[in-house]
């Protein structure tokens, strides 16, 4: 079982090293980046300072924070309405609007549903020294998110992003199925994203399973831009605590930080080659330092 302890007011600087360890960087970036899936395990304690439970609530208290422009229910791909979970509050410019509600959130996560919170690299302390490792290495922007699920249920149906996507996992374990197919040079731009897709199309332009992976604390899970990953629900968990709750109580639940590297790129052509970042060749040479 990883540490459940209170690390809420403890955080340490984290590298871009660290994360992809045992790789090297100059491995990473000449036989992965941008070209294949791959699976890190990891020490249960190698995020333990980064983000956890308790760090999670801290979050989550704050609750003038968050909407639906930061805050996500989504349950068998579909993002659940606003108006499911929510109630009359005031926003933080003393704006009425519907908020969050804490208890039917809960009841939401118990029938299955995933929790995502949006934007948190400025947030939280170890998340903000993640997305800086991951900004210096890579040249891109890095936006870190936060996933929380409870059950073995689908949140979200197989699907691919615009971005690299590094998946860190903090509670639990979760399977992750990735497939063969790869979008070409996708984008988040209409007519190259995923929304622009039927799920029929998504359906058949996965590709046979390409790996199955069993995500538990510590490990990482790195996508290149354009991948089809799904994950397919919790496994196992156990740890204390509730969401805006400090009693004791044991769930099946999951919980992870994915940052997603977002590289610049213009649009203005059909060819894919018009779409597509340059090479690693700088972020590179990013990585001499030892410290890096």
């Given at each position: 079982m990883a540490d459940t302890g209170d690390h809420s007011g403890a955080?340490?600087?984290?590298?871009?090293?660290?994360?992809?360890?045992?790789?090297?960087?100059?491995?990473?970036?000449?036989?992965?980046?941008?070209?294949?899936?791959?699976?890190?395990?990891?020490?249960?304690?190698?995020?333990?300072?980064?983000?956890?439970?308790?760090?999670?609530n801290r979050l989550l208290n704050m609750s003038k924070l968050w909407s639906d422009r930061s805050m996500s229910i989504v349950i068998d791909g579909q993002i659940v309405d606003l108006a499911e979970y929510g109630r009359a509050g005031q926003t933080r410019e003393g704006n009425q609007a519907i908020m969050p509600d804490p208890e039917q959130i809960k009841l939401l996560l118990r029938r299955g549903a995933t929790m995502v919170l949006d934007l948190i690299e400025t947030l939280s302390p170890g998340v903000a020294t993640i997305s800086a490792a991951l900004q210096t290495a890579t040249g891109g922007v890095a936006v870190c998110n936060v996933y929380c699920s409870?059950?073995?249920h689908q949140g979200f149906t197989a699907h691919c992003d615009s971005t690299d996507v590094?998946?860190?996992?903090?509670?639990?374990?979760?399977?992750?199925?990735?497939?063969?197919?790869?979008?070409?040079?996708?984008?988040?731009?209409?007519?190259?994203?995923?929304?622009?897709?039927?799920?029929?199309?998504?359906?058949?332009?996965?590709?046979?399973l390409l790996e199955e992976v069993e995500m538990k604390p510590g490990d990482v899970l790195y996508l290149p831009k354009g991948a089809v990953p799904r994950g397919a629900g919790v496994q196992r968990c156990q740890f204390a605590s509730e969401l805006w709750d400090r009693t004791a109580h044991r769930h099946r639940c999951d919980l992870a930080a994915a940052a997603v590297v977002a590289r610049g790129v213009a649009v203005t052509e059909e060819s894919s080659s018009f779409r597509s970042a340059p090479g690693p060749s700088r972020a590179l040479a990013r990585h001499r330092g030892p410290n890096t």
């Open positions: 955080s340490a600087d984290i590298t871009f090293r660290q994360i992809i360890s045992p790789f090297s960087p100059e491995e990473f970036f000449g036989t992965i980046w941008d070209q294949r899936a791959v699976h890190i395990p990891g020490a249960a304690e190698k995020f333990v300072h980064a983000f956890s439970w308790e760090e999670l409870w059950r073995a590094f998946a860190m996992h903090i509670e639990g374990s979760k399977i992750w199925r990735v497939y063969q197919g790869r979008a070409d040079n996708a984008v988040d731009i209409a007519g190259y994203d995923y929304a622009s897709f039927t799920p029929e199309h998504h359906a058949s332009a996965k590709g046979e």
